[in-house]
């Protein structure tokens, strides 16, 4: 029997810890197994048992709810197009020359991942985070853009994440960036928040019609601009309430306007915390920024931030001025103890956009599957929960966060439908527990439809790349390939910037990584994939 086929009862921290006898059983039977997972259900992701890992998180969580009679706040702090390498903490911050010590006091604060996995665009990171799905399994496999037309609402049978957090209790609350549809059915307070605040779109998607430097031809072109007006993507600032309302708040007629977007978003964010610490519910933020995807413009009130002063610095440091923002709002409402923090970016940095773009130490950047593209910052911090200080290299997805979140909240997974594929894992063990590992053993990468590679441990196999035809272009001049006569076998302990092949020459698991793709490839057999008109 394939150990991955084994059945547990059920995925829970809970269940996990009172099932010790049986899971010992389990990781005794996989001592000698590469591969540590578990399968607890056909349709959720397998899993690697840590048993008194899992116990010590349990009694952890229970301790702090007898202690606030609540269930904990979470909070998502997401960033537009960071590059691994931009904050301090991760190399970057004032060697680059844009400090960042509010988001090195996060990672201080907390634990610092080092491998941090997002999707590779940020539509499907910011659907594939409140769904726990892969893109490829909703169909929102990239951004929906002007002139797209979807054949499907992909929302419309999906159970999200707020909907969830919602029913057991929860306020929820999404601010800044959203860009997974603006069509009604599809916007956040119409897939289960109760609150939205921002823009639907990317900066650049904004600003390109009043830019007349960068985008001259657009602008400075009525018949042009006429054409674009009727497939443009919504300039105003929304706030939307469940059950459909909108109100258009104001309108992005500047490039001014947008430099000022972040700021203004993230007044209304520290409001609501204000209002939600008075509250007896917990509350769900998940707070985007605007910044700092490209095209990238200081804030005329806060000009010039940075060492550097090139805009897409100054951006850096807004956000690091901005996050601390945050982070003092919940140290003033006294909440952090009862507080879930994550940092994160929503992937790789745009290197089409340089010089107004991030830096990764990485091969690739945003739009391939290669390291610069999906890995990214990832801090958790949690008062009195998290230790301060710890670093981890074990892989974490940033899909978890929807399978942690459903465990702090105390939500079982039996409440997701059993027709489809879940590809979180919870991670609430891992994040809570001193010395934590991670419960994740695979990261799968995927870019539109086809399924491009695979992580396990140190080593990530490819199958297909993405290669640039011209020096930084890895969206506008890039070509999809297939590897050619074996999979690039890397081992990212040597080799992070995936260079040298080592599977024929100097490793073992190349087999053993095609078999872990080919396990994943027959997920899409029982459970096919949705297909919204964006493959």
């Not at 001014?256 to 977007?261: C, K, N, T, V």
């Not at 806060?302 to 001025?321: H, T, W």
């Not at 003092?328 to 006294?334: I, T």
């Amino acid at each position: 029997m394939k150990y991955n086929s084994v059945r547990l009862m059920k995925s829970s921290i809970p269940i996990l810890a009172a099932s010790l006898s049986m899971s010992t059983l389990v990781i005794q039977s996989k001592a000698e197994s590469f591969d540590r997972s578990v399968c607890v259900k056909d349709n959720f992701e397998p899993a690697i048992p840590r048993v008194q890992q899992s116990k010590d998180a349990v009694e952890k969580l229970a301790n702090l709810q007898r202690k606030t009679g609540r269930k904990p706040n979470i909070i998502w702090i997401i960033v537009d197009d960071m590059g691994y390498g931009d904050p301090g903490c991760y190399g970057g911050g004032a060697a680059v020359g844009a400090a960042t010590p509010n988001i090195d006091r996060l990672a201080r604060a907390g634990l610092r991942l080092t491998s941090c996995y997002a999707q590779q665009t940020c539509t499907p990171t910011r659907s594939a985070i409140l769904t726990g799905r892969l893109p490829v399994r909703t169909g929102l496999t990239r951004p929906i853009l002007a002139g797209d037309k979807i054949t499907k609402n992909p929302w419309a049978d999906e159970v999200s994440l707020p909907t969830l957090l919602g029913e057991t209790g929860y306020q929820t609350l999404l601010t800044g960036k959203w860009h997974v549809g603006e069509s009604e059915g599809m916007r956040p307070h119409d897939v289960g928040f109760d609150e939205y605040y921002g823009y639907y779109s990317a900066q650049k998607e904004i600003t390109q019609a009043v830019d007349a430097r960068r985008y001259p031809d657009l602008v400075n072109n009525p018949e042009m601009m006429a054409a674009f007006e009727a497939i443009a993507p919504d300039n105003h600032l929304i706030h939307g309430f469940k059950g459909g309302k909108s109100v258009e708040v104001s309108q992005v007629k500047s490039t001014d306007d947008m430099g000022r977007a972040d700021a203004v978003l993230v007044d209304f964010t520290i409001k609501k915390i204000g209002e939600f610490a008075k509250s007896d519910k917990p509350f769900f933020i998940e707070h985007c920024f605007m910044k700092v995807h490209c095209d990238n413009f200081d804030n005329p009130d806060m000009p010039g931030l940075s060492a550097s002063k090139y805009a897409y610095k100054n951006a850096i440091v807004e956000v690091d001025l901005l996050t601390g923002k945050i982070y003092q709002a919940l140290e003033d409402a006294g909440i952090l103890e009862n507080t879930f923090i994550f940092f994160t970016s929503d992937n790789g940095p745009q290197m089409d956009a340089w010089p107004d773009a991030g830096y990764t130490p990485f091969r690739g950047a945003k739009g391939t599957t290669f390291e610069g593209g999906v890995r990214v910052p990832g801090i958790a911090c949690w008062k009195g929960m998290i230790s301060p200080g710890r670093v981890s290299d074990d892989v974490f997805d940033l899909m978890d966060l929807f399978g942690t979140a459903l465990n702090l909240a105390g939500v079982s997974s039996d409440k997701l439908p059993t027709d489809r594929y879940y590809d979180f894992i919870d991670q609430t063990s891992f994040l809570l527990t001193d010395d934590g590992k991670s419960n994740r053993e695979a990261v799968y990468f995927w870019w539109g439809s086809q399924l491009m590679a695979c992580r396990m441990r140190e080593y990530k196999e490819h199958v297909k790349v993405i290669i640039p035809q011209s020096k930084m272009q890895w969206i506008d001049y890039s070509t999809i390939q297939d590897v050619g006569l074996a999979p690039w076998l890397f081992n990212l302990y040597i080799d992070p910037k995936e260079e040298m092949p080592v599977g024929h020459r100097r490793n073992a698991w190349l087999a053993t990584l095609g078999g872990k793709l080919k396990e994943h490839g027959a997920t899409f057999k029982k459970y096919p994939p949705k297909n919204i008109g964006l493959n």
